[in-house]
């Protein structure tokens, strides 16, 4: 049953069977979570997450590999027609907001704020071998090399990092160390005083003692991502929703139903929880009639990340 918002999980019973579940790191936490919640009432029940980043889990659910696919980022034209061809449909639902971080080294002691066009002028393709101390950033800053860590190519935060700090979704410097998994960039930056990085939000709140976050200035004054900041606009442009998207065809399986039902109902406990900022009520609202009524589609017209779209005013206009 469908309960609005509150903490709940049906008791209906399944013969033994699988939820198939992958794709971003940075909803793994959320979905993990929802998952656990399940497993305690549907024992019968397998549910796997794996993380594959945004893109990876895109292309194995565009095959038709798995249920559901966890997204930092709307799904781009390029999976939409990867998904026509299979004959796969999709429902998108938004589970989260979330802040991308940007961070340091805790023995880092100059930097205190970082303006968007100094984050370009350290990523954009062109800095490669030429952008790699510190001091060329702002000349106080010290002459030590620059240690850069960040999700990979099939991340949806490097799309929408990319997107909103370089002005084009995949435009950047490749020598940087990458990784799908956010806890190999957390060792990284916690490892090297000349670090700089950036993942999701829920992996700083989860490793606060060992990273040092750094605040945006985007002409308005240093703002740090939090709850209030994430939800009011003001750290930007590096806030976007994130989502799961659920195959229609396994949405008519009675187990998969639930799951997501599930999602939608505890999303935001669960995502205040693991660091993230819970959606509000209307948005939910409007997500659960998207998944009940089985409208499939992205309300973001299948064009990727939109830096700066309320997704609240997207659902509210369908």
Same mark, same amino acid.
């Given at each position: ?17 699988? @939820? ?5 790191? /940075? ?16 024992? #019968? ?7 594959? +980043? /945004? ?10 590999? /798995? ?12 999976? !939409? ?5 299979? =004959?796969?449909?999709?429902?998108? *639902?938004?589970?989260?907001y979330d802040g991308l971080a940007v ?26 071998g030429v952008i790699t101390r510190w ?8 002459? &030590? &090399? *620059? ?8 991340? +949806? ?31 990284? @930056?916690? +490892? ?7 993942? =999701? ?11 040092? $976050? ?8 240093? !703002?740090?991502?939090? &709850?209030?900041? !994430? ?10 929703? @994130? ?20 999602? @939608? ?18 948005? $939910? ?10 409208? /499939? =589609? ?9 830096? +700066?779209?309320?997704?609240? #005013? ?5």
């Amino acid at each position: 049953m469908l309960v609005a918002f509150g903490f709940v999980i049906g008791t209906r019973s399944f013969a033994a069977s699988y @939820i198939k579940v992958d794709g971003s790191s /940075t909803v793994y936490p959320i979905t993990e979570a929802v998952a656990e919640e399940f497993a305690k009432v549907h024992k #019968d029940v397998r549910v796997t997450v794996g993380i594959s +980043g /945004t893109g990876g889990g895109f292309k194995k659910f565009c095959r038709g590999e /798995t249920d559901i696919s966890d997204a930092s980022r709307p799904i781009k034209p390029s999976e !939409v027609e990867l998904c026509q061809q299979s =004959g796969i449909e999709y429902i998108e *639902i938004p589970v989260a907001y979330d802040g991308l971080a940007v961070m340091v080294n805790p023995k880092n002691t100059w930097v205190d704020y970082m303006t968007p066009a100094e984050l370009k002028k350290i990523w954009e393709p062109e800095a490669q071998g030429v952008i790699t101390r510190w001091n060329q950033v702002r000349p106080q800053w010290p002459n &030590e &090399e *620059i240690a850069l860590f960040g999700p990979g190519t099939d991340s +949806g935060t490097f799309d929408y990092f990319t997107d909103a700090i370089n002005g084009k979704e995949g435009a950047s410097r490749g020598d940087f160390t990458s990784s799908e998994d956010d806890n190999v960039l957390v060792y990284g @930056i916690a +490892g090297n005083k000349n670090a700089l990085g950036f993942f =999701g939000l829920a992996y700083y709140e989860e490793n606060k003692d060992k990273l040092k $976050l750094i605040p945006i200035n985007n002409g308005n004054g240093p !703002v740090l991502p939090s &709850e209030a900041t !994430v939800n009011n606009g003001t750290y930007q442009p590096l806030s976007r929703p @994130i989502f799961i998207y659920v195959s229609a065809q396994a949405a008519q399986k009675p187990e998969v139903k639930s799951f997501v039902e599930c999602y @939608i109902n505890n999303t935001a406990k669960l995502s205040r929880e693991v660091g993230y900022v819970d959606l509000p009520g209307d948005v $939910l609202t409007s997500a659960s009639k998207r998944f009940t009524t089985g409208k /499939t =589609g992205s309300v973001f017209a299948g064009k990727g990340s939109q830096i +700066g779209v309320s997704i609240a #005013d997207l659902m509210a206009k369908e």
